[in-house]
């Protein structure tokens, strides 16, 4: 019924990319610090950079239960996040001391690596079929390492990159940009806090309590987008419990406070001693500036991050060709 609805916008493509391209597994490209000069100058770099700035354009002042329009491949995209949440669900924690992450997540993970092809297969018509192995890399890439049981802002970065690709290969389209966030990403956010919780994952280079958060960093990025211009609620209502649980529903930023606050204990401004600092902070639209510099520097520019980034032929390694 949506093929009435769909008007591709001018300059999107509905034959993107062409057939003729060559997908290829990606792979890692920056294994020392001076490499990261390349990553920096990279179409990968630009495309990403411009992915999430072009979702933060598009959430800016909506809340989360705002009305948009809900494509088959966005339904597509939720019900393979629901298989991984369910799988949590028939994998349960084993007994083994309670400090270490719990490796019940290895046997959760081992069926994801196994089972991502035919997920991603789920999403992607087959004249793209072609595409899977590569796109299913990023998948497998954004849930946490099966090694350290941790996960990170690297995990996540991944994940938009999955998002991106898909993008790229047309199966996303410029007029699913708020169902990409709002219900893709936010229910990525819901399988990953599951994941956290029940097998106990480690932060990945966490940098403790001067991080942003130890997990995650998108959904500050664009959850700040989203109260921009807001009529009552200002940044430094978000260190209020009752404007939390008041707002939580409606704002991705809220959200990601209240599970702070769920797994942590202590005064806020110890445990998070950043966000408390950017509680100050007079107004969203600088917050959303100020998040997107730092992530920039503390995730996009920090080798101890990137080295784990995969490059192919949809996010690649060569520089930015102009034109």
């Given at each position: 019924?949506?093929?009435g ?5 001018p300059d999107?493509?509905?034959e993107?990319?062409p ?6 597994i990606?792979?890692?490209?920056i294994?020392?610090v ?11 770099y630009?495309?990403?950079?411009g ?12 809340k989360l239960?705002?009305?948009y329009r ?6 597509k995209l ?11 669900d028939e ?8 400090r270490?992450g ?5 046997i959760?993970y081992a ?7 035919n997920?991603?297969?789920t999403v992607?018509?087959?004249?793209l ?11 497998k ?13 690297g ?5 938009a990159a999955?998002?991106c ?18 219900k ?13 919780k029940?097998y106990r994952?480690?932060p ?10 130890d ?5 500050f ?11 009552y ?15 939580h529903?409606?704002?991705m930023f809220?959200?990601c ?5 769920e797994?942590k204990?202590?005064p806020?401004a ?8 950017i509680?100050a ?18 995730c996009l ?12 032929s ?7 060709t102009?034109g």
């Open positions: 019924m949506a093929e609805e769909r008007q591709p916008p999107s493509s509905e993107a990319p057939a003729t391209q060559n997908f290829i990606p792979k890692k490209e294994h020392t001076p490499d990261m000069g390349k990553w920096k100058r990279s179409q990968a630009a495309d990403y950079i992915f999430i700035l072009t979702l933060n354009e598009g959430v800016k002042g909506k239960t705002f009305e809900v494509s088959e491949a966005i339904e939720v019900a393979l996040l629901n298989t991984l949440d369910r799988w949590i994998t349960p924690p084993v007994d083994q001391p309670s270490f719990n490796k019940a997540y290895r959760w069926k994801l690596d196994e089972e991502a092809e997920l991603v297969a992607v018509p087959t004249h079929a072609a595409a899977v192995p590569e796109v299913a890399v990023y998948l890439e954004s849930v946490g390492n099966s090694t350290r049981i941790d996960y990170g802002t995990h996540e970065a991944a994940f999955f998002l690709c898909l993008c790229k290969i047309g199966v996303l389209r410029v007029d699913d940009q708020i169902a990409i966030v709002f893709v990403f936010n229910r990525y956010l819901e399988v990953m806090r599951k994941l956290q029940t994952m480690e990945a280079g966490s940098q403790g309590v001067w991080g942003l958060d997990f995650q960093f998108l959904p990025i664009w959850g700040s987008s989203q109260l921009i211009d807001h009529p609620l200002e940044p430094r209502h978000f260190v209020d419990e009752k404007a939390v649980n008041e707002n529903k409606d704002y809220l959200e406070i209240l599970f702070i606050t797994m204990t202590g806020f110890e445990h998070s001693n950043q966000l408390w600092n509680s902070v007079p107004s969203w639209s600088k917050v959303n500036q100020g998040l997107i510099r730092m992530y920039k520097a503390e520019e920090k080798f101890p991050v990137i080295q784990h980034f995969k490059f192919g949809l996010l690649p390694i060569h520089p930015v102009s």
